[in-house]
């Protein structure tokens, strides 16, 4: 069984679409993030969700939303897509209750979107 | 000065070798520290967690030198199955929490 699941796992999509990109664990953790991954390979935290609270939100564009209808699932809204969103975007989840994040995290295959 | 920093490498070695490599933080605040491995369009995977004491797991040792900033990770009679991408987390605690990853270091090993 897969603990923490994305989909899909390629997007590719036109400049100025809305794409959504679903992540769900099957762990029981409290905490889900979202990252990128860019053409660097540099990883960077986007949000985390504790429990339907979002507790960290670094700055990134408001057309990023993410959306966390239960403890399982953290999904990720994109709205008028640009060039520079193509990454790869990876979905984690830790057990770390509110504020401590100190558990290793579990991280989803990641989804490669690419922006043309 | 970013506030993790890892040598890219790559760092090209012989399988049996012993590698090391380090990872600088900027923020004495930092709490808590980690080493994940990546390989090539994978997702990150977590190797160890790095304590004040220095641990250790198999080939593989982690330390902490708080005093001058840094973390690191040697590993000992290298493996071709060792090759991967080797990135260091630092976790921040303070009115919001922060999780910086850096930006990794590449490890090939030959045979």
């Known amino acids: 069984d897969t603990a923490v699941s994305q989909t899909p796992k390629y997007l590719v999509t036109q400049m100025g679409n809305d794409k959504s990109i679903k992540c769900e664990q099957n762990?029981?953790?409290?905490?889900m993030y979202w990252y990128k991954q860019d053409s660097k390979k540099f990883l960077k935290i986007m949000f985390s969700?504790?429990?339907?609270?979002?507790?960290i939100n670094e700055t990134v564009p408001n057309r990023f939303s993410p959306k966390s209808p239960d403890k399982a699932h953290l999904n990720l809204h994109i709205n008028s897509l640009e060039l520079g969103d193509s990454a790869v975007y990876f979905c984690?989840?830790?057990?770390?209750?509110?504020?401590?994040?100190?558990?290793?995290?579990?991280f989803g295959p990641g989804t490669r979107l690419t922006v043309l | 000065r970013k506030e993790v920093e890892q040598d890219p490498g790559p760092f090209n070695v012989p399988e049996g070798a012993t590698v090391a490599f380090n990872c600088t933080y900027s923020?004495?605040?930092?709490?808590?520290f980690f080493w994940y491995r990546q390989d090539c369009r994978k997702e990150p995977k977590l190797l160890m967690s790095?304590?004040?004491s220095g641990n250790e797991d198999g080939r593989f040792t982690a330390q902490l030198n708080r005093a001058s900033q840094y973390i690191s990770l040697l590993i000992r009679d290298s493996k071709l199955s060792d090759s991967a991408t080797y990135l260091c987390?630092?976790?921040?605690?303070?009115?919001?929490?922060?999780?910086?990853f850096g930006s990794g270091t590449r490890l090939s090993i030959r045979p």
């Open positions: 984690a989840s830790s057990q770390s209750g509110v504020r401590t994040l100190t558990d290793t995290q579990y």
């Open positions: 762990l029981g953790h409290d905490t």
């Open positions: 969700y504790n429990n339907k609270e979002l507790i």
């Open positions: 923020n004495s605040a930092s709490q808590s």
């Open positions: 790095v304590y004040s």
């Open positions: 987390v630092v976790i921040l605690y303070s009115s919001a929490s922060k999780i910086i």
